[in-house]
């Protein structure tokens, strides 16, 4: 069966500090990969997503950037966190049906 | 623009309650919509329906796809504390061809159960 992991769970970081969240599925072969965001409150947005090894496609220009090095992995990276980037950042992937599944998340607060 | 818009925004109910949820949707290149359910967490997956009229149902969950009308209500019947989580629906659809299936999120309804 599928399984997709993500760490760190939570992150406390400061302003201006990098940043990267890494995600890797197991189960299954050249998924799908996503990204997205949720602010407290809010529903989830899509930051990023991937269909291949080196493949990103990018949804919201912001301060975030991914890499997908591996078929199973995928990274959320930036260089200098601004406040606005605290949130719950999510990982999903989808094979062959629509459905998307999700990682356990990583909440990160930029203070 | 894509968008999905949820209502209620929030609901609060007793126990034994039955509740509908309504999600409307304006999107490119429909494929399907699906509902979760977050517990202060991740979302789980609730359903998918790709049809109209046919309704998919899971113990006291249940769905219904209008396609002509761009709408689907998630209804819960007697409600359990257990409930209580945020639904999200989310049609499945490609923003171009070549692009990867993408699900656009609405922004939830919150539901409290209350004993």
């Known amino acids: 069966s599928q399984t997709i992991h993500q760490w760190p769970a939570t992150l406390v970081q400061p302003v201006g500090s990098p940043l990267s969240l890494e995600c890797t599925v197991e189960?299954?072969?050249?998924?799908?990969l996503y990204w997205y965001r949720q602010a407290a409150g809010r529903g989830l947005q899509l930051l990023f997503y991937?269909?291949?090894?080196?493949?990103i496609s990018s949804e919201v220009p912001q301060n975030l950037s991914a890499s997908r090095p591996q078929d199973r992995q995928f990274i959320l990276s930036s260089k200098k966190l601004l406040l606005s980037d605290s949130g719950f950042y999510l990982c999903a992937w989808r094979f062959a049906g629509n459905e998307q599944f999700f990682g356990p998340g990583t909440r990160l607060t930029v203070l | 623009e894509d968008k999905v818009v949820q209502s209620p925004l929030s609901l609060v109910v007793h126990e034994g309650d039955t509740v509908t949820l309504n999600c409307s949707y304006e999107?490119?290149?429909?494929?399907?919509l699906l509902w979760y359910k977050q517990e202060k967490k991740a979302p789980t997956f609730l359903f998918m329906l790709?049809?109209?009229?046919i309704e998919k149902k899971s113990g006291r969950l249940s769905s219904i796809l209008d396609k002509k009308e761009l709408f689907s209500i998630l209804n819960i019947t007697a409600t359990q504390t257990g409930d209580s989580a945020v639904y999200l629906c989310?049609?499945?659809?490609?923003?171009?061809?070549?692009?990867?299936?993408?699900?656009?999120f609405g922004s939830g309804t919150q539901l409290t159960v209350l004993p």
């Open positions: 790709t049809s109209s009229g």
């Open positions: 991937s269909v291949g090894i080196g493949q």
């Open positions: 999107v490119t290149n429909f494929r399907s």
């Open positions: 189960g299954t072969s050249n998924p799908n």
């Open positions: 989310a049609p499945a659809h490609d923003i171009s061809s070549g692009s990867a299936r993408q699900l656009t």
